[in-house]
């Protein structure tokens, strides 16, 4: 009998790479062809319409009902021409995907149907709130919710679809999504930053966070896929052995692209072009059959809405070339997972990095300000940093040696480490000299402008510096950075607010500008030195070290999580006006719902799986082995059939005890699973799935996995890990 495994296999492998058109041979000749951009606002917008909501993208202001219709019958025109036929309001609620609900551009009047959208439809719609994760915010009797149109982040057209980016809120006003407090904690570092800049360039009006992320993924063959019911339902094996070979000789980092993959990525980068997303990098990863996307950095907002437009984009394009597409951060034991590396930086309306040392002591000056309050900021909420990387998914894959550990650090580099030893031991808090001062700036002045090839990447930290920019490294694969941009950029802001009225308060007792800002960052600088290493993150050295700086390491989902409910976190993000109480007691519960929920599914497949693909397998193979012992028996004399039958009795044995284990585990996970049912507390459910449930999860694995190896491979049911990971 051939197997669905077997099957799945011929279909792979007659597989032949999709012929992909390009639509120009120049990229720019349709780059953001389907995106309602400022070049096509300036078309189809009245000149007043335009400057609102250019006004509203760069001042953050209102834009009025009457203006909003304006703004709706240009955009219609531009919609209708590219031959939309459907609007919706694009969300990111509280799960790992965005949101959509379509409507026609039609109403209905005496005379008939006709096209219409006008500015009520453009600012507002009314999605059920009830259905969406609200940590109780919303019960299923209330279930009216609000989007609000986004003037930031562009309208674009996908598949005949006008969308419109917004927010998500509640019909009480509080957030459900990551895109409203991600706006308002960019405002908040907006406003901070500027009153920083202002000691030295009174020009800096404006300070935008932009963001780069380095997608990973996983290919896998969909045939294959779809004989994995682990893969359909958690986006991971919960079973397979080991490939003989998978990453060990590092020769799939970088190298050639197969064939059927790259036509994949051609078409992803052409779909992604259209919608102005600007793709820049694409490569080989480190573990077989994955890779990794990367675009040029853009404002963050913008920047996490490509993102998850991207993640849909390649979804959709993947199917086409009879791909999966896998962002589980661990979808295969053994071999590394992925993450999202969220690169940020801030920058001026003037046209500075400020993360990037300048040509003059006043520019390296403010180069050193802003490094230093960020540390201050990472050493102060390294747990809140942490929460907001926190996941089921995230939890197989921090520490692993193949990602940061749950440890939050931060490396800067040898050069710019110098830099802040050498201020923390020439500033004192005595008055300096003349000489001591002009020292100080020359130095300071001798900070090489391309750090960027002066600084040595140091791929084990969470938090690395690399050049003009910090690298957060934790993110997983399959989240909405949202989540650590909002927790990043409130914290820094933070901790802006908090310099700058300590720097004044020395220039109000007489302390020349630069002086006191010195003095301010010694202060900094000493008191956040512990967050600071460079250093192999992986080693167990560093983690008795981080122990002994009295860093953090919560290498558990829920316990990470509970850093977002301390009083310390909820003041720094009420006070700086992200989130109110109520909502992020509300985020806590979701994430640990979530965290309770991705457990209870993976169990429950594994145990299904289990029970009614492996066991049946083992059987029928150990009584295939009972037969051919009985017909040895019958053929041999009862001394040679102990020589001969040996190795198959113990064989018969060694499967029975792997069933029988199996069988009771899974009964035990069962029990445990019952057990966690009846806590009511969300946290109290979340703890005993991941300390009771979880560790049966790979018990019962260790027992299949065993199996995998003695079991005929003609019978075996389930697609191996050599041909997940090397058929492409």
């Known amino acids: 009998m051939v197997t669905i495994r077997f099957k799945a296999l011929e279909e792979t492998l007659n597989r032949k790479p999709l012929h992909v058109e390009f639509l120009s041979l120049k990229t720019s000749d349709y780059y953001a062809e389907n995106v309602f951009d400022k070049k096509k606002m300036e078309k189809y917008l009245t000149k007043d319409a335009y400057r609102a909501v250019i006004k509203a993208i760069e001042q953050g202001t209102r834009i009025d009902r009457k203006m909003a219709d304006h703004v709706a019958a240009g955009m219609k025109a531009w919609a209708l021409e590219k031959g939309a036929t459907h609007y919706t309001h694009w969300f990111h609620p509280l799960t790992e995907g965005t949101a959509e609900k379509h409507d026609a551009f039609i109403d209905h009047a005496s005379a008939g149907v006709f096209e219409n959208f006008e500015g009520k439809q453009l600012v507002q719609a009314e999605p059920d709130a009830s259905s969406f994760p609200s940590g109780g915010i919303r019960a299923t009797f209330e279930a009216r919710g609000y989007t609000a149109w986004d003037p930031t982040s562009p309208a674009f057209i996908m598949n005949e679809t006008l969308i419109i980016p917004t927010i998500f809120i509640s019909y009480t006003g ?208 390294a747990d809140l940093l942490r929460s907001s990387i926190a996941s089921a998914g995230n939890e197989h894959r921090l520490g692993a040696n193949e990602a940061p550990p749950a440890i939050i650090s931060a490396f800067l580099g040898d050069q710019i480490g110098k830099m802040l030893d050498q201020i923390e031991n020439t500033v004192t808090e005595q008055k300096m000299t003349p000489d001591e001062k002009t020292e100080l700036k020359l130095d300071i002045g001798r900070i090489p402008q391309l750090l960027l090839d002066n600084t040595d990447r140091n791929r084990t930290s969470p938090f690395a510096f690399t050049g003009n920019r910090f690298e957060f490294r934790a993110v997983g694969s399959n989240a909405n950075c949202a989540s650590a941009m909002i927790n990043l950029n409130t914290i820094v802001a933070d901790q802006l607010k908090k310099f700058k009225i300590e720097v004044d308060g020395l220039i109000e007792k007489g302390m020349k500008k630069d002086e006191a800002i010195f003095q301010v960052l010694r202060k900094l600088i000493t008191e956040s030195k512990a967050i600071r290493f460079d250093g192999n993150n992986y080693s167990d050295e560093w983690k008795k070290e981080a122990a002994k700086r009295g860093l953090s390491n919560v290498p558990s989902c829920p316990d990470a999580l509970k850093a977002l409910i301390t009083p310390k976190s909820k003041k720094v993000l009420i006070e700086n006006g992200i989130f109110t109480e109520k909502e992020i007691d509300a985020r806590f519960e979701v994430h640990l719902e979530n965290y309770t929920k991705k457990i209870q599914i993976e169990s429950r497949v594994l145990g299904d799986m289990a029970i009614n693909h492996i066991v049946p397998t083992a059987i029928k193979y150990q009584n295939i082995l009972m037969e051919n012992c009985k017909s040895m028996k019958e053929l041999f004399s009862e001394k040679e059939f102990k020589e001969l039958a040996q190795n198959r009795l113990e064989l018969i044995k060694t499967i029975s005890s792997h069933i029988t284990s199996i069988k009771d585990k899974v009964s035990k996970m069962i029990d445990e699973r019952k057990k966690a049912n009846k806590h009511e507390h969300a946290e109290e459910k979340a703890q005993a799935y991941g300390k009771k449930v979880k560790p049966f999860l790979d018990d019962i694995r260790t027992h299949i996995d065993a199996l995998e190896l003695v079991i005929d491979n003609e019978i075996w049911p389930l697609p191996k890990y050599r041909e997940l990971l090397f058929i492409n």
């Open 174 to 381: 509080e957030s459900l999504d990551y895109k409203a407090p991600l706006l308002k904690a960019l405002s908040a570092i907006d406003k901070a930053a500027v009153d920083v800049c202002q000691y030295f360039d009174k020009d800096v009006t404006k300070v935008n966070a932009n963001l780069g992320w380095e997608q990973e993924y996983f290919l896998i063959d969909s045939a294959l896929y779809q004989s994995r019911p682990d893969l359909i339902l958690t986006g991971r094996t919960l079973m397979g052995h080991a490939s003989s070979k998978d990453q060990q000789l590092e020769d799939q980092y970088f190298a050639s692209t197969p064939a059927r993959v790259q036509s994949f990525m051609r078409e992803l980068e052409i779909e992604s072009y259209r919608l102005g997303i600007p793709c820049k990098t694409r490569h080989n990863e480190v573990a077989p059959n994955q890779y990794e996307l990367a675009p040029i950095f853009e404002e963050a907002n913008l920047a996490v809405d490509h993102n998850m437009l991207v993640m849909d984009v390649m979804r959709r394009v993947a199917k086409k070339h009879n791909f999966q597409i896998l962002f589980h951060e661990k979808p295969f034991a053994g071999i590394n997972g992925s993450g999202k590396h969220s690169n940020w930086s801030l920058s001026t309306n003037t046209g500075v990095i400020l993360y990037s040392p300048g040509t003059t002591p006043k520019l390296n000056l403010q180069f050193l300000t802003f490094v230093v309050n960020t540390l201050k900021a990472v050493h102060e909420h």
